[in-house]
């Protein structure tokens, strides 16, 4: 079992920028087992959708609407994974997940509130 805890979301103005964090109960980076991590977002109404992966072997990959503005990051010492938000939009209003797949399962964090507006 792979614990995983957000925390960072909030209200930010247009424009503005958020880092979230995600807490792991295991070593995702030591263990060979975990074959990657990342974050995704859900909006109301909508289907929850890939914002920005690791996945071991192959890099990492960012949703086209987030390229240039989010950055995917982690703390090898904290098995905390990060995610930079910048310049951001009304559009990027959503819940964000943590999630990690470990033996081609996936563990997903409790979300957390992104709302962007002015």
């Known amino acids: 079992q792979v614990q995983l805890v957000e925390s960072g979301g909030g209200l930010v103005q247009p424009g503005g920028s958020l880092r979230l964090s995600c807490a792991a109960s295991t070593d995702i980076v030591g263990n060979i087992n975990v074959m990657g991590w990342g974050w995704y977002r859900q909006a109301p109404g909508k289907q929850r959708e890939l914002v920005a992966v690791f996945t071991r072997g192959a890099g990492t990959n960012y949703a086209e609407p987030v390229k240039g503005r989010f950055t995917i990051s982690r703390d090898n010492l904290k098995n905390t994974v990060y995610l930079q938000m910048n310049s951001l939009k009304p559009e990027d209003t959503a819940v964000y997940y943590c999630?990690?797949?470990?033996?081609?399962?996936?563990?997903w964090g409790q979300g957390t509130q992104v709302t962007v507006s002015s």
């Open positions: 999630n990690v797949r470990r033996n081609y399962f996936d563990y």
